[in-house]
């Protein structure tokens, strides 16, 4: 299933389509126009369209969100799910929420379907992330964790502790050396 949302490229499903929504000119990062998460972009009319169509970034005119790209049913349309789906580059599953219904992921049926992909992902080291603006909650199959503001680019560390019934896992930000060792040259 989560194999099927793709966010880069792809072709929408078949009978599938934006319709009146704009959801993806407001909930992302669109590093082409050094647009922030969770703002308008300038050139969208929301519900209408974007006001520069032919002359649009190629990160928007190759984007298809997850409902577009999956055979997920209309309650997952952003327009009224308020959730903007994407496969992640290590392939887990963003589920990037519009502010203004910033608990919307926890409504059904969105976080049963987000705990099921959590629980199938996890034993291949792929997680599932809910981003509000700048904050980001890891969704494990037994708890969540709010991790507060973090940039795109950091990694998550998941952590296991050996637990009554099996591994536990917990989710945290990279500590204060991540970014140093990140940079430091390779040693041969
Ligand atoms: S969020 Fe999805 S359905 Fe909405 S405009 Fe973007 S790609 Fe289309
Ligand atoms: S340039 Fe157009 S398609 Fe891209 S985010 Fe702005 S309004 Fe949306």
Same mark, same amino acid.
């Given at each position: 299933?989560?194999?099927?949302?793709?966010?880069?490229?792809?072709?929408?499903?078949?009978?599938k389509?934006?319709?009146?929504?704009?959801?993806?000119?407001?909930?992302?990062?669109?590093?082409?126009?050094?647009?922030?998460?969770?703002?308008?972009c300038?050139?969208?009319?929301?519900?209408?369209?974007c006001?520069?169509?032919?002359?649009?970034?190629?990160?928007?005119r190759?984007?298809?969100c997850?409902?577009?790209?999956?055979? +997920?049913?209309? /309650?997952?349309? $952003?327009?009224?799910?308020?959730? *903007?789906?994407? &496969?992640?580059?290590?392939?887990?599953?963003? !589920?990037?929420?519009?502010?203004?219904?910033?608990?919307?992921w926890?409504?059904?049926?969105?976080?049963?379907?987000?705990?099921?992909?959590?629980?199938?992902?996890?034993?291949?080291?792929?997680?599932?992330?809910?981003?509000?603006?700048?904050?980001?909650?890891?969704?494990?199959?037994d708890?969540?964790?709010?991790?507060?503001?973090?940039?795109?680019?950091?990694? +998550?560390?998941? /952590?296991?502790? $050996?637990?009554?019934?099996?591994? *536990?896992?917990? &989710?945290?930000?990279p500590?204060?050396?991540? !970014?140093?060792?990140?940079?430091a040259?390779?040693?041969?």
């Amino acid at each position: 299933m989560t194999g099927a949302l793709q966010s880069d490229g792809g072709s929408p499903w078949p009978g599938k389509s934006c319709g009146s929504c704009t959801m993806c000119c407001k909930v992302l990062l669109i590093a082409a126009l050094d647009k922030p998460p969770g703002t308008w972009c300038p050139h969208a009319t929301p519900g209408k369209g974007c006001g520069i169509y032919n002359e649009r970034p190629h990160e928007c005119r190759k984007f298809h969100c997850g409902y577009l790209s999956s055979e +997920l049913s209309e /309650e997952w349309h $952003p327009v009224k799910s308020k959730i *903007v789906l994407m &496969a992640d580059p290590s392939g887990g599953v963003t !589920a990037v929420v519009d502010a203004s219904r910033p608990d919307a992921w926890k409504d059904k049926p969105f976080y049963p379907q987000l705990k099921a992909w959590a629980r199938q992902l996890l034993p291949q080291r792929k997680y599932v992330v809910v981003r509000i603006g700048k904050r980001a909650i890891c969704v494990l199959p037994d708890q969540d964790y709010d991790l507060g503001p973090m940039e795109q680019h950091e990694p +998550l560390v998941i /952590e296991t502790a $050996p637990g009554p019934n099996g591994p *536990v896992y917990r &989710a945290r930000k990279p500590d204060e050396g991540y !970014a140093a060792r990140a940079s430091a040259p390779a040693k041969t």
